[in-house]
């Protein structure tokens, strides 16, 4: 959410900058960036989702870094002919078709970047600060050289009720 957050007032600056006039073509491209933005990080956090299945023994760092690095090469050719095609559409459309085009090739670039370096981060502050059980079995963030927690004695048994003679007497 922070990430998309992030996407919207960079894409409101920017039509800022440039001085856009908010149309109904500029609203439509906000819209498309936020699609765009929420997909990409769908797509990466769907592969931490399945190498959190995958690699039980690596830590979130670890997988994080190897789903963002799985799907890479997929959001560099995807976002490349994306943006090659709002590229086109900027130096030939008219000028209704513009302001769109430049907001989308905007929004491509940043709806990228966020997915890539601001939603996978908040992911890893947010699993540092509430670290919660280990349900997804993969195991907690440590750095480097850091020693794992000790694990928890197991609990003693209460004593059962009634007389301590019919209790069974430990052997010596």
Do not use: C
Not at 3 to 26: G, K, Q
Not at 34 to 59: A, C, M, P, W
Not at 128 to 136: F, I, L, V
């Amino acid at each position: 959410m922070l990430a998309t957050l992030h996407d919207i007032l960079t894409t409101i600056a920017f039509i800022r900058y440039l001085n856009l006039e908010v149309s109904l073509v500029v609203v439509g491209a906000v819209l498309t960036m936020i699609g765009y933005s929420l997909n990409d990080t769908i797509i990466i956090f769907d592969r931490v989702r399945e190498n959190l299945r995958k690699f039980r023994r690596q830590n979130l760092y670890e997988i994080l870094n190897l789903s963002i690095n799985e799907t890479l090469p997929r959001s560099v050719l995807t976002h490349g002919t994306t943006m090659a095609t709002t590229l086109a559409l900027v130096l030939l459309a008219g000028e209704v078709l513009r302001p769109f085009a430049l907001v989308m090739t905007f929004a491509i670039f940043t709806g990228t970047f966020s997915s890539i370096y601001i939603a996978a981060p908040i992911l890893m502050y947010i699993e540092k600060r509430w670290p919660g059980e280990d349900a997804r079995g993969a195991r907690a963030f440590r750095p480097a050289g850091a020693v794992a927690p000790e694990p928890r004695a197991a609990p003693v048994p209460p004593v059962p009720p009634g007389p301590p003679a019919s209790r069974p007497q430990p052997t010596r």
